[in-house]
């Protein structure tokens, strides 16, 4: 049995959020202790590495922060809080120089130039997506990593997930409600399943969002909404779940998982078309290929259904050789590794599910309704995205709430420093058995995934979600009793995030009773602002 732990903070992901927070939590407290975590092998795994186009941030001459505003608030569908907006956007400038000062290389104009290349990308007026080759979660994971790495007041453990968040309540067994408290967390190591306690005087959750819940998705092996699922058992507000987005371009190959093709690439001028060769977004929005993400995926949608294709196809080859591989290294090399050649012909795609728009609600620091939780990045609803994320907004959202959640966190630490740390008790595993059918676990976890993919997807019905309601009600009781019956497992512990968080989703599109956004009902053609105006709240 490993001894309990106690922390100054409890970092749960080792994205820019995670690592953020992290690092600005440290440097403001000399004496702290910062334990962050990853249930990854690899630290650099995460969905911030897998971020291609870049991080939009109103910097250059020409822009100006009421534009990129407005273009966010265009793209959210009237659920964007502009508060928050122009918080984000104001602040983004700032957290920028933050990410060069910590080691990001941006890509500039040229080799002897201090200007920065700006690229454009879906719903933006104007070039103002920074960037790092067509890699920049990479250069910004690796920029970060290195600096936690070194810290000496970080730590950072791989291969151990979150179990669950712990608060008085929960452990007596009570749902939580005002003046609730975290205490912390128990994890689970995985390479020998043993479960831990760590108590913390701050919890943060950087755990990112939900894309696995889909059979087709853009998204890490990581991404089944483990904070969501938490911090909602845990007793916290939940909004907009309903809002999924599905980024429009993934190559669409058997082997191809998880591969996106970056917005960037529509944004220096690549065009889709059918399979004879046709353009087909101008007909459905006057930005056409730049249009919102939502207006894309939906257009593609409706153009794979409308010609019984498996696909449709993205065409850049008119830029020239020499253009695409300068601009987009990593892209040729990835349609290359499957056969394509991005330089000279169109390429397959289809959508995928992407980002999650709703989540833990937070407040402008990143509080969560639960004292000493925090939350940032994909994991978070903070007002910002509304109905429809704005292309390259995520990376700017997570950099600016990771540093104000820990600005905040770090006087709530110091307020609470004289008061010790939180006690929990140990694991308590009652007379869990060692799980001896593995594949009731994998047949679920299908299961759930191919329903939401089929009932729950860009498009939607009355009819399909109430289906999907009644099949998730019935794997949840099925996965709660293997829960309590088998020994805890990293499959097991995801399987039951994967449910809470699929539950959330259908029970939140069940609730909005008309077509906004990412959300598309068929039954509910058009948009209701009269009584729809606001957020899905759980």
Not at 351 to 361: L, S
Not at 414 to 421: F, N
Request: hydrophobic letters at 40%; glycine letters at 8%; charged letters at 25%.
């Amino acid at each position: 049995m490993r001894e309990p732990e106690k922390v100054d903070a409890l970092v749960l992901g080792t994205g820019l959020a995670g690592l953020g927070f992290a690092l600005e939590f440290a440097d403001r407290n000399p004496q702290a202790r910062v334990l962050v975590v990853t249930k990854s092998t690899d630290i650099l795994e995460s969905a911030t590495h897998w971020a291609q186009g870049g991080i939009a941030a109103a910097m250059q001459g020409g822009d100006d922060i009421n534009s990129h505003v407005q273009d966010t608030l265009n793209t959210g569908c009237g659920l964007s809080k502009e508060e928050t907006v122009r918080l984000v956007v104001a602040e983004g400038a700032d957290r920028v120089h933050d990410l060069i000062r910590r080691g990001v290389n941006f890509t500039r104009k040229d080799d002897k130039s201090d200007e920065f290349d700006f690229t454009r990308e879906g719903g933006h007026s104007r070039r103002r997506i920074l960037h790092s080759a067509d890699h920049t979660g990479r250069a910004i994971m690796e920029a970060l990593v290195a600096e936690a790495a070194r810290h000496p007041r970080i730590e950072i453990r791989t291969q151990t997930i979150a179990v669950d968040l712990v608060s008085e309540h929960k452990l007596a067994h009570v749902r939580s409600s005002a003046g609730d408290v975290c205490l912390g967390a128990y994890l689970l190591d995985i390479k020998t399943n043993n479960v831990y306690s760590v108590s913390a005087r701050v919890t943060h959750l950087a755990t990112g969002g939900a894309g696995k819940v889909y059979k087709y998705t853009s998204n890490p092996d990581t991404a089944v909404g483990d904070g969501i699922a938490m911090a909602y058992r845990l007793g916290a507000h939940v909004a907009n779940m309903e809002f999924i987005q599905f980024h429009p371009t993934c190559l669409y190959h058997p082997q191809a998982k998880s591969a996106l093709l970056s917005e960037a690439l529509r944004g220096e001028g690549a065009y889709l078309v059918n399979r004879e060769g046709e353009r087909f977004m101008p007909k459905h929005h006057p930005m056409a290929e730049l249009a919102p993400r939502d207006i894309v995926a939906l257009s593609i949608d409706r153009e794979m259904k409308r010609s019984g294709a498996e696909c449709v196809f993205l065409d850049i080859s008119h830029r020239g050789p020499d253009f695409v591989r300068s601009h987009f290294p990593t892209l040729t090399a990835t349609c290359a590794r499957f056969g394509f050649d991005l330089t000279k012909d169109p390429v397959p795609v289809v959508p995928a599910a992407h980002y999650t728009c709703g989540g833990v609600m937070s407040d402008q620091n990143g509080r969560t309704s639960i004292t000493g939780l925090y939350v940032a990045g994909e994991a978070a609803h903070t007002g910002l995205h509304g109905a429809n994320r704005l292309a390259s907004n995520s990376l700017l959202e997570a950099a600016v709430y990771a540093h104000r959640a820990a600005v905040h966190a770090s006087q709530h630490c110091s307020d609470a420093a004289g008061k010790g740390y939180p006690e929990l008790p140990p694991w308590n595993p009652g007379f869990a058995k060692a799980e001896e059918e593995e594949v009731i676990i994998a047949h679920n976890w299908d299961e759930i995934r191919t329903l939401m993919w089929n009932y729950v997807g860009i498009v939607r019905s009355n009819r399909r979600l109430e289906y999907a309601a009644r099949r998730i009600e019935n794997l949840k009781q099925e996965i709660h009793q293997c829960y309590w019956e088998r020994r805890l497992g990293k499959d097991l512990v995801e399987l039951r995030n994967l449910v809470t968080v699929a539950d959330l989703i259908v029970s939140s599109a069940k609730m909005r009773k008309e077509s906004r956004g990412l959300h598309q009902n068929i039954d509910y053609p058009e948009t209701n602002d009269e009584l729809f105006l606001n957020d899905t709240i759980l």
